[in-house]
């Protein structure tokens, strides 16, 4: 009997300590301090060589995720998250347009819930501790196992998890992208009474909202040989109101990595675009095939895109 105690303790005491050296394992801490955890603060967002600097709360209530972004620069603009609705508020010179949008993945909420995927066609890494935001940070990199997709680097904070900056950079260690706190509050609010947007009630709300048709729409295409670790997560079809014709938006990721595919018909007299282009961390690639304009967008590489236009027949 004593021998059969001794045994399972020895049997516990060893996944418990395989568990702790899991190196993946600071991964999924971070996605679920995110979802977590009450916080708020200012980051700054660098895109097309533009810094942004936005402010966030989040609040976790019950089952429910709360979250509100405000951009502080440039002209006003919202954004309040609950659960997997978003929607987003901005201002034009008459009305106050509110826009509905899948579930955000917007900074610190950047890294997925497994790691399953990741570990197929990433490696991890460690870097010497830092601070971010005068918090102490475990600084973490994930590098691709192929040329499809890009370098992240993250300062994770020592005392939460939460990811208090991100870059992004190529082969040739060049920045994509970055985006950092420059101050961040942990704390245990319980108030929603922030929830809420901060528009001009003098102005007219206009919602734009465009009808799913995706459970009706047939797909008529088929995708033979994308990058490695890339599935589908979203698939979204929409009608163009003006040359009447319905675009067919999917959404493929490795956990880290987002690229938007888009699928249409090319109206009479309209010239279809082809090639690649980049601006600034975004490339497309655009393809025209048998009347259909074909047009993969996304942070990633241009091989990326190129790839995934070359990979659709009819």
Request: proline share 4%; glycine share 6%; aromatic share 10%.
């Amino acid at each position: 009997m004593g021998k059969r105690i001794l045994l399972f303790f020895l049997f516990v005491f060893t996944s418990n300590t395989f568990a702790q050296s899991d190196p993946w394992q600071i991964i999924v801490d971070a996605h679920q301090a995110c979802r977590n955890l009450n916080y708020q603060g200012v980051f700054q967002a660098e895109h097309l060589k533009e810094i942004r600097s936005l402010e966030i709360i989040h609040a976790r209530h019950g089952e429910q995720e709360y979250t509100r972004i405000n951009t502080l620069d440039g002209a006003p603009s919202e954004m309040l998250s609950l659960g997997d609705a978003t929607f987003v508020y901005g201002t034009n010179k008459n009305n106050v347009v509110i826009e509905k949008r899948d579930q955000h993945r917007l900074f610190p909420s950047v890294l997925p819930n497994s790691t399953t995927n990741l570990r197929k066609v990433y490696q991890i890494d460690f870097g010497k501790n830092d601070r971010v935001a005068g918090r102490a940070a475990k600084v973490v990199i994930l590098m691709p196992n192929d040329d499809f997709r890009y370098f992240y680097h993250f300062w994770l904070d020592q005392e939460t998890s939460i990811p208090l900056k991100m870059i992004v950079s190529d082969h040739a260690n060049q920045l994509i992208e970055q985006t950092s706190f420059t101050k961040v509050n942990v704390n245990q609010k319980k108030d929603l009474s922030w929830f809420k947007p901060d528009i001009d009630l003098s102005k007219e709300y206009v919602m734009h909202e465009q009808e799913d048709l995706s459970s009706s729409a047939p797909r008529f295409w088929k995708m033979d040989n994308i990058p490695n670790g890339f599935k589908e997560i979203s698939f979204r079809v929409t009608r163009i109101s003006g040359p009447n014709v319905l675009n067919h938006h999917l959404i493929y990721s490795d956990g880290l990595a987002y690229l938007s595919l888009f699928i249409q018909p090319v109206r009479k007299g309209q010239k279809p675009k082809e090639g690649s282009a980049s601006m600034g961390n975004t490339n497309i690639s655009a393809r025209y095939i048998k009347g259909h304009q074909i047009m993969a967008v996304g942070s990633v590489p241009k091989k990326t895109v190129e790839s995934f236009v070359n990979s659709i027949s009819f």
